[in-house]
């Protein structure tokens, strides 16, 4: 007899009653319907303690109360009841435990920022060469696409050599959706040979540029966690055959993308476009001595909206007067057909 009762319990302790809920359901179960009294009465307890383990056994539907009697439930009825409490439970800690391992990544990052905050041991890999430059930025948009890359370019020399030889296969993958690309550039830059074009396609395809009067050095940071540096802080690529250092460090990578934002915020946006085309078009027409009555004619808008678009022109350019609206337009490759 108690081999059966070991039986009995056993299962049920482990689907989460405890002893003492164990022994009143077996109590039940043997009266099939009794009252509170009498099931007191069995256990050798008060009545009032009674009364809350009857109500938990109510609740976890082992036991049904009919009209102030406990009618047990068939145990393989209360066993699927404890099983199906218990399963939601598991499916509960299960998706806890999926969140927890999806965000382990990012713990994994927390930590290895402070740790190289404290200690300082950046990984840091020496590379050489524009082929291999290219080369690793596309491998690392391949490897976790979209890549957003963040690059500071302070030379024209660098902006020739891409786009006479680079920028085909950077503006395709990010026409496949690979990269985006963002990037502060000299404005001297643009009146070089292939650059227009090929800063043109850029943006076409997704990327945004921005001219500066002069970037400091020529840095990159590519996605969140890798970063170029040059050989020489100040300095641009050609004139130390492409040598740089990729950091895999992510603080260092949280740095330079505020650098890169810095710039950035005080950039100004390239006139291409159909507002930036607007711009260019009477800036242009009035240097080739066009009234504003002239230009008006000539484009089948209003003079007041010539004015408009010559004073957003001056806002955008910085500039304080017509005259030098027009010499820094011509610097920044504005009229230029």
Do not use: C
């Amino acid at each position: 007899m108690r081999n059966e009762q070991r039986t009995l319990a056993d299962p049920l302790e482990t689907l989460g009653l405890d002893p003492t809920q164990t022994a009143l359901y077996t109590a039940v179960l043997r009266l099939h319907r009794a009252t509170r009294s009498e099931l007191a009465e069995v256990m050798n307890g008060p009545v009032d303690t009674l009364a809350g383990q009857l109500d938990d056994l109510v609740r976890l539907g082992v036991v049904d109360e009919q009209s102030g009697e406990y009618l047990a439930r068939h145990p393989a009825a209360a066993l699927g009841r404890l099983v199906a409490d218990r399963l939601d439970l598991l499916a509960e800690e299960s998706r806890r435990i999926d969140s927890a391992l999806g965000s382990i990544r990012t713990l994994i990052r927390d930590y290895d920022m402070g740790r190289d905050y404290r200690s300082g041991p950046f990984p840091v890999e020496l590379v050489s060469g524009a082929d291999v430059l290219y080369e690793s930025v596309m491998g690392m948009a391949v490897q976790a696409p979209p890549l957003t890359l963040l690059v500071a370019i302070p030379d024209g020399r660098t902006m020739t050599d891409f786009a006479r030889k680079f920028a085909d296969p950077w503006i395709d993958a990010q026409e496949r959706g690979l990269m985006v690309i963002r990037a502060v550039v000299p404005v001297d830059a643009l009146t070089l040979p292939g650059v227009r074009d090929a800063m043109t396609r850029v943006i076409a395809t997704g990327g945004s540029m921005r001219t500066l009067d002069r970037v400091p050095s020529w840095f990159m940071t590519a996605g969140a966690e890798a970063a170029g540096l040059p050989a020489r802080w100040g300095g641009n690529l050609p004139e130390v055959a492409y040598n740089f250092y990729l950091l895999r460090t992510p603080i260092v990578v949280g740095m330079l993308s505020s650098l890169f934002e810095e710039l950035w915020s005080r950039a100004v946006p390239l006139p291409w476009g159909r507002r930036g085309d607007a711009m260019a078009q009477v800036v242009r027409l009035a240097a080739q001595g066009l009234s504003d009555e002239a230009i008006a004619r000539h484009l089948g808008v209003s003079v007041r909206t010539v004015r408009t678009r010559f004073a957003e022109a001056m806002t955008e350019l910085g500039a304080q007067s017509r005259f030098q609206a027009g010499v820094e337009a011509a610097r920044r490759g504005w009229l230029d057909q």
